[in-house]
């Protein structure tokens, strides 16, 4: 039997998906060739998931700790527990004392209904920011006073594609056929990134930028673009700030913006040269905001697209984010509610442990992993250990779930019941059930709701799922995206433009693009203590900290890729220790003479029960806006072990 269905994990391309169910076992699950973006194929990730789906270290009973020991209890057992629990910490502390976490472990839409019962039972404590997309996020929104892209599609209309810190071939392998379909056609791509990956080798241009350096390179791009008469005029009728911008332009010479970026007069030309050429479009990679000067990075690169009259055109854009969730209707889940305090996600081991009037007693975390995605991951453990009762919602015993007191098994995304919408394109897809998950696993719908019987809340959780995915569907039902032409087949958002700000009209106060024009550019640098910045990337082999079988990766220290200038005295495979102001980590060296001298490259989302979670040395700082976190600014040196 043939299912249809759709990833829901922390992906801009929300996968349509084919499984094959064999006496009711998935037997194969491929990419969906109906699907428009899918084309029929997978990630690597994605294309192993039965090795998660079937791993014998599935959690499929509650756990609660006692004596110190998670141990098997019944759910209703663990339901009193947490019930019991909820309700003497609101009547004694308040319900401030409670702390609702949810991050993007699943992107399905009903996850929105568990922010709903935690904010009718308060509402209690929430975070604040995004570690993900938080400070790119803040940049659009101030810029343009929107956030969106033109359709995926429309890359085929460039003549100049910027891949600025974006690596698709791990973060949006989707976006792979359409870029060789566009160079096909006669587009030039172009790759800026200081890591030196496989977009290096699609590109007709790859300039290596040293950490931090692209604010003075795109403001180097942009001076040539008014020295040579190339900027749109205009632009001037549509920007506010383009005379402060321009002078912020022309406050060095180029060949200092080349110097503070770390690459040589010709090159900075060269890529000016070809974004002259367009229609140009930039996609804006994610890891690019997550440095202390995140939001204005992508604030610079959103006013190089307005200078050089790339906003509204086919072909144009600066690409930073899908308006995923445009499409549906969760007003509900916000209307009405005064949060009584926010803890800003990245410096959440800390804010917790900080936390007074009243003190954090309880979290509750789903969808997330904080121990091992945030920074500072030793505190963020601690702080979660210490409270009187944290509630951990997995499949798998995670680094955040070996500090919980209890521990709620759930779905995986070939078991949920959701509606999904996508961060890299504008279509719409159903998660439907493949199989039914394990006895003793539950949806986190079917959680809230056993609580809310509990809490007096039963009554608004008595819809069934369908009724919640009609609700979300409302305000696009009648315009071709109702949940049955969703079933049909892959329909797309009916909201989105094909093209973004072809009007030129933008959602800022004036309705004019706010061009940055205060700013510092220049870049976070190491220290002659500790003279490499710790950079931890995604891999194409986990979804953040979703590791296929992660029992795989406990083997062995982590890998650090180096290039052998930065490691003297080392061989290609020694074990060494890895060491930031915060902590010391055991890595494995990997010599790679393609990077650059200054960075020490790691992988994204390990464990730190297995010693490899990169975030034990990552301090935890803000970004300049949107609450995002400062990963990629932290010196670290290598030492002999």
Not at 226 to 251: I, L, S, V
Request: aromatic fraction near 8%.
């Amino acid at each position: 039997m043939k299912v249809r269905t759709a990833c829901n994990r922390d992906c801009p391309d929300a996968c349509g998906i084919v499984a094959t169910v064999e006496n009711g076992r998935i037997e194969s699950i491929q990419g969906d060739p109906d699907h428009p973006v899918t084309r029929g194929f997978l990630c690597y990730r994605t294309s192993r998931f039965l090795e998660r789906q079937y791993d014998p270290d599935r959690l499929v009973t509650p756990l609660l700790r006692r004596n110190g020991v998670l141990a098997p209890v019944a759910w209703d057992d663990a339901l009193d527990h947490i019930a019991e629990k909820m309700l003497r910490i609101k009547a004694e502390s308040g319900p401030a004392a409670i702390l609702h976490y949810r991050s993007g472990g699943s992107l399905g839409l009903m996850k929105f209904v568990s922010d709903w019962f935690f904010r009718l039972f308060g509402p209690v404590s929430e975070k604040s920011g995004d570690i993900c997309s938080g400070a790119g996020d803040a940049a659009q929104l101030a810029d343009f006073g929107e956030e969106d892209s033109h359709d995926l599609f429309d890359l085929l209309n460039s003549k100049t594609i910027v891949l600025w810190g974006k690596n698709p071939h791990v973060s949006s392998v989707h976006v792979l056929p359409v870029l060789h379909q566009a160079k096909a056609r006669g587009a030039r791509i172009v790759t800026v990134d200081p890591v030196r990956h496989r977009g290096a080798d699609l590109a007709d241009l790859y300039v290596q930028p040293r950490p931090g350096g692209d604010i003075a390179l795109a403001l180097g791009v942009a001076r040539t673009l008014f020295e040579r008469g190339q900027a749109d005029p205009e632009a001037p009728t549509y920007c506010d700030h383009y005379d402060e911008f321009r002078e912020r332009a022309f406050a060095r010479p180029l060949a200092d913006w080349a110097r503070l970026a770390d690459v040589t007069d010709a090159e900075l030309e060269a890529l000016a040269s070809a974004y002259a050429d367009g229609p140009s479009a930039i996609l804006v990679g994610w890891g690019m905001q997550r440095k202390a000067r995140g939001s204005a990075t992508v604030r610079v690169l959103d006013a190089l697209a307005a200078i050089g009259g790339n906003l509204g055109v086919p072909g144009g854009g600066v690409s930073f984010y899908y308006k995923r969730r445009g499409a549906f209707d969760t007003s509900w889940a916000d209307d009405g509610f005064t949060i009584p305090r926010r803890l800003p996600e990245p410096l959440l081991g800390r804010a917790i442990l900080e936390a007074s009037d009243p003190p954090v007693r309880m979290a509750w975390i789903t969808a997330g992993n904080p121990v091992a995605m945030l920074p500072d991951a030793r505190a963020v453990q601690r702080a979660l250990e210490t409270r009187e009762l944290t509630v951990v919602v997995d499949a798998f015993l995670t680094d955040t779930a070996r500090a919980a007191h209890v521990v709620l098994p759930t779905t995986t995304m070939l078991e949920d019941d959701d509606l999904v919408g996508a961060y890299g394109h504008h279509w719409l897809a159903e998660v439907r059930p493949v199989v039914p998950p394990p006895d003793g696993v539950k949806t986190d719908y079917e959680i809230v709701r056993g609580l809310a019987a509990r809490l007096g809340l039963a009554e608004q959780f008595a819809p069934d799922v369908q009724s919640w995915k009609r609700r979300m569907l409302a305000q696009v039902a009648d315009r071709g995206a109702s949940l049955e032409a969703i079933r049909d087949g892959y329909v797309r958002n009916p909201l989105a433009p094909k093209v973004l700000f072809a009007d030129r009209k933008f959602m800022t106060p004036t309705g004019r693009v706010n061009l940055i024009h205060d700013l510092d550019p220049e870049p976070e640098r190491p220290t002659p203590q500790r003279p490499l910045l710790l950079m931890a990337f995604s891999t194409e082999k986990a979804q953040s900290s979703q590791w296929a079988r992660p029992r795989a990766i406990a083997d062995g220290p982590a890998v650090a890729t180096v290039h052998p200038d930065a490691a003297p005295g080392f061989r290609d495979g020694d074990v060494a220790r890895l060491e930031s102001e915060l902590g010391t980590l055991e890595v494995r060296l990997a010599l790679d003479a393609r990077q650059r001298t200054d960075v020490v490259l790691m992988a994204k989302g390990g464990w730190l029960a297995h010693g490899r979670c990169a975030n034990a040395l990552v301090p935890a700082k803000e970004t300049d806006a949107g609450g995002g976190a400062a990963y990629y600014d932290t010196p670290v040196r290598i030492v002999a072990r």
